[in-house]
């Protein structure tokens, strides 16, 4: 299971960190690709570039930066929490390694093979992964996490519809079975082999975070005698948790601090540092710490990376996470009793040629560089470009261009009145409604400049009560489907499986847009399909929906940005791309040292 | 007396009641539930409909109400919806690093005041009084975040003199040890609030000592030749204290309280900062508890301050 590393140390900009509190389907973390069709103008290295000879014994400090406390659920199947991920990742590994395109591979706690006429998984444990407490990992530790996902008492909310695609798990779910029929121990508990059986095999399942079956064990020997009820507040999991990675929990604060030294059981090689501190650092005091060098990784808000960029004695690192802001249109209502979107041909909105001059007329590229020192840039697909099979980079996207937009308008029958502004084709007076949430000072900004290029192709477009909405006031209004939004801009954070089903299929409750075009599920379908096995073919089924959502403009992409840490030059071998410690890769955090006891300030 | 605490205290329980009610409609009204935001596209719509109605969020809300007053009788204030742990054990965590706080500051809080006021008031219009008004001045018009921000960049980030976070450190161990390093973190943040807040207890004392000075009783004990010292400590000061004695009460029961904006800025997790983030995370249970908390804190504060003015003042009764 990749974790959310990266992504809790950054304020994510307009990106709503939804599906960072889950981080066993999602990563933010990513490689830096250098080669943007983007034109951004900042770039920054993924890795530390470090040539020094380690020191023995060092002690490294790892800065947090968020507002709250971490809650301290030290379980991957229970916690919920960025920050508990982001702290857990030093001893909490995946099971699973995984190369640059996020495709597992062979050489982790265990291996995984797929095998799509039988339906199965067959997971391998290495003989050598033993839990910090020197017992071994053993298949009982595999199948007891899916038990702690799935049984009703531990309140986990992990457990998720793709998962029920394994067989059996649905039925233990609801009490009507004590055991998981089609999860299967070939050679007993104590093996080392477990054998998933799934209903229906999906092209997804050979990349990381696809969410069809889980990436993390859960100690077996160790948590059994915990009722499930109990096991959220249990001591075994707040304050002594065992994990199988390159180190282990040795002292904790509540809510602020961590102390981890090195696991003595690690499968992998030996790490290299005596201790990792990790703290919570306040997002108010963040800039300050970078400033006096007082942590050797933290992350930069990138409202603040101004007022620290010349700091000595750091490098600045970072990635392009798997994210992306977006502008999209209210077409239509949530059907609870279909538990589908359901699509209105005559709202408001539900005109291509108007969502196309919308998206023309904004100045993205000019706000980006404004407004966010160009650590924004526009991305031109709702598939961002570290997937890089699957994203299209021939796509044009929207580039500002105020006259094509009002040339679209003029065809469509958007006449401009008397006071400049346009009316419906049916001659109706049009005031279009956006919303959005504050997540970074200078968001107001930017949509109030959105707003005058509207103005000048001739639309009245009006910010929902002026300003920006509360986050809670905002996503209550676009899950009830308010009749005061007609479009409004968010953000999405990505899973490492590139499928968009889950976002945009016409059962999705979070498609707040709530788009059912029949022509986009067939080519959602497409992507999960059976002949998507072949990979040329998802390549071309991803080609393909990304020009269709281009053409009809439901959802515009808008931009992506990057996310930076602040590194002492004293560290060695940490990064941020996905095969680095940042990107919670398997035994990466083994590698990690220090060149020098103390940090470094020039 | 005993009969009318006792009526006070039997009081405080339909004030209490009416506190709860109020407070619990106001929080289910805000928009947004804890799960706002919690839930990834992954889930599936039923899947949250199950989670909603697993926590009892979509019963009606006198049904919710009567369920968390029926278990709160019981001592159990639920479950944190952020933190998955009951509400008891966080509330009381967090109460244990807030009081090492108060306490300190408070302490320091009457040692810097009451020396200040007495001179203020004794050498009315002198040098010293003058830059006593001053500080006075300063300490009440600039808000107090702005101290906490500059002392925390000045002796935190500059001079490394003390932690810029935190309740104590990670690597402290043994009694002494965690004692001394939870100390240390609460110097800074101690020492600022206790000098943000001596402004009150000043001018009371001030005015007080200045006016006393004009009693015909004063008058009467200097005329009849009583030294001049005994003058001012038993006549002067002792009425001078009554209106600082007359909030001793809710000081004690304050210090529960705790700072948000000191919490906020020195990221130490007390009450305020727990306070805080509960509202903004929706935590309901959390929340409803600290509230009905600080509201039956303040009732026993005002509760203890008569008794207290009552002890200090023959001249009061509580009847």
New interface residues.
């Given amino acids: 299971m990749k974790k959310a590393t990266v992504a809790g140390l950054v304020t994510l900009g307009s990106v ?1 960190a ?2 960072l ?2 981080c066993g ?2 990563n933010s973390n990513s490689a830096s690709s250098s080669s943007s069709t983007s034109a951004t103008k900042i770039s920054f290295p993924a890795k530390m570039n470090n040539t020094k000879s380690s020191v023995s014994g060092g002690n490294l400090t790892y800065g947090l930066v968020m ?3 971490f ?3 030290f379980n991957e199947e ?1 916690s ?1 929490d960025t920050g508990d991920s982001t702290i857990m990742q030093f001893g909490a590994e995946p099971l699973f390694k995984t190369d640059k395109n996020y495709k597992i591979i062979d050489g982790g706690a265990a291996n995984l093979k797929l095998d799509q006429k039988a339906k199965t998984a067959t997971i391998t444990i290495n003989p050598k992964a033993k839990w910090s407490d020197g017992q071994p990992v053993v298949a009982d530790d595999v199948v007891y996490a899916y038990k702690i996902l799935a049984n ?1 008492e531990t ?1 986990s ?1 992990r ?4 998962l029920q695609n394994i067989v059996g798990l649905a039925d233990y779910h609801t009490g009507k079975s004590d055991q998981i029929s089609g999860i299967q121990t070939p050679d007993g508990g104590t093996g080392k082999t477990v054998v998933l059986h799934f209903q229906v095999m999906k092209p997804g399942m050979a990349y990381s975070g696809n ?1 069809y079956y889980w990436e993390a064990a859960a100690p077996y020997h160790y948590l059994k005698d915990v009722p499930f009820k109990d096991l ?2 249990s001591p075994k999991i ?1 304050k002594n948790p065992v994990f199988f990675g390159p180190y282990k929990l040795n ?9 981890w030294v090195p696991n003595e059981y690690y499968y992998g090689a030996k790490p290299k540092l005596k201790s990792i ?1 990790a ?4 997002p ?2 963040a800039p ?2 970078i ?2 060098h ?1 942590y050797d990784i933290i992350g930069v808000n990138n409202d603040q990376y101004p007022n620290v960029k010349n700091t000595k004695g750091v490098t600045f690192i970072g990635n392009k996470p798997l994210s992306y802001s977006y502008l999209a249109f209210k077409v239509g209502k ?1 059907d ?1 009793k279909k ?1 589908e979107n359901v699509e209105d041909k005559n709202a408001k909105m539900n005109d291509p040629k108007l969502r196309q001059a919308i998206a023309y007329a904004m100045n993205i590229d000019q706000v980006d560089q404004k407004f966010y020192h160009d650590l924004n840039f526009r991305v031109n697909t709702l598939i961002p470009e570290n997937f890089t099979k699957y994203y299209d980079k021939s796509a044009k996207g929207f580039p500002y261009n105020l006259k094509k937009a009002e040339d679209i308008l003029d065809k469509a029958g958007y006449k401009k009145g008397k006071d400049g502004y346009r009316t419906t084709p049916k001659g109706k007076k049009l005031t279009i409604t956006i919303a959005s949430y504050a997540t970074n000072s200078a968001k107001e900004a930017a949509i109030k400049n959105y707003i005058q290029q509207w103005k000048k192709i001739g639309l009245d477009v009006q910010l929902l009560n002026g300003r920006l909405t ?4 905002f ?3 676009l899950q009830s489907d308010s009749k005061d939004i007609d479009m409004y801009i968010a953000g ?1 954070s990505l ?1 490492s499986e590139a499928s968009p089903n ?2 945009y299929n016409p ?4 498609n707040y847009g709530r788009m059912n075009n029949p022509e986009q599920t067939k080519l959602l379908a497409d992507i999960d399909s059976q002949k998507a096995f072949n990979d040329s073919y998802r390549i071309q089924a991803f080609k393909k929906w990304q020009e269709w959502m281009n053409k009809e403009a439901y959802v515009v992409p808008m931009t992506n940005q990057w996310s930076v840490s602040a590194v002492n030059n004293r560290v060695k071998d940490y990064g941020v791309g996905v095969t680095d410690a940042g990107g919670a890769n398997i035994g990466a955090w083994a590698d990690v040292s220090v060149t020098s006891n103390s940090l470094q300030t020039k | 007396m005993w009969k009318t605490i006792l009526r006070r205290v039997l009081l405080m329980i339909p004030q209490i009641i009416i506190l709860s009610l109020f407070v619990f409609i106001l929080a289910k009204m ?3 539930d804890p ?14 409909a199950q ?1 909603r109605q ?1 926590a009892g969020l979509n019963d009606p809300w006198p049904v919710q109400y009567f369920r968390w007053v029926g278990n709160a009788l019981h001592g159990n204030f639920g479950l944190s919806y ?5 509400v008891i ?1 966080l509330i009381s ?1 967090r109460a244990v690093n807030t009081l090492y706080l108060a306490v300190f500051s408070v302490i320091l809080t009457y040692l810097i005041s009451i020396p200040l006021g007495i001179w203020a008031g004794r050498y009315q219009g002198s040098l010293i009084d003058n830059s006593i008004q001053f500080y006075n001045f300063v300490s009440i018009s600039v808000p107090s975040f702005v101290w906490y ?1 500059l002392a ?2 000045l002796f ?3 001079w ?1 003199i003390f932690p ?8 402290a ?1 043994g009694f002494i040890g965690v004692t001394l390093s939870r100390l240390y973190h609460i110097i800074l943040p101690g020492v600022l609030i206790a000098l943000m807040s001596t402004a009150g207890n000043i001018q009371y004392l001030r005015s007080g000592i200045i006016d006393n000075q004009l009693e015909d009783y004063v008058r009467t004990a200097r005329s009849k030749g009583v030294p001049e010292r005994v003058v001012f400590n038993k006549h002067i000061l002792r009425n001078s204290l009554l209106p600082i004695a007359a909030f001793f009460g809710n000081v004690i029961t304050g210090l529960l309280g705790g700072s948000v904006f000191a919490e ?2 020195f ?1 130490y ?1 007390g009450m305020g ?1 727990l306070f805080i ?1 509960s509202v ?3 935590d309901y249970s959390v929340m409803t508890a600290l509230i009905v908390m600080y509201g039956f804190l303040t009732l026993l504060g005002n509760l203890l301050s008569d008794i207290i003015m009552s002890i200090v003042d023959p001249r009061i009764r509580i009847d």
């Fill in positions: 709503l939804v599906t509190t889950a389907n999602s507002a709250t406390s809650k301290g659920i229970l919920t009703k309140q909310q457990y998720t519809d793709s969410g959220q507040s707040r002292k904790l604060v509540s809510g602020q601090s961590t102390e501190t703290s919570v650092v306040s108010n005091t300050s710490a400033k006096s007082s949530w609870d538990g509360e986050p809670n006031s996503y209550d209004k999405w899973s889950d976002l059962k999705a409750p979070f | 805000m928009p947004g799960f706002t935001g919690l839930i990834n596209p992954q889930t599936s719509a039923s899947q949250i989670i697993e952020q933190f998955h742990k009951p054990d965590e921000l925390i960049a935190g980030f500059v490394h810029t976070s935190g309740s104590v450190s990670v690597q161990s906020t800025i990221s997790p900062k983030d903004q995370a929706r």
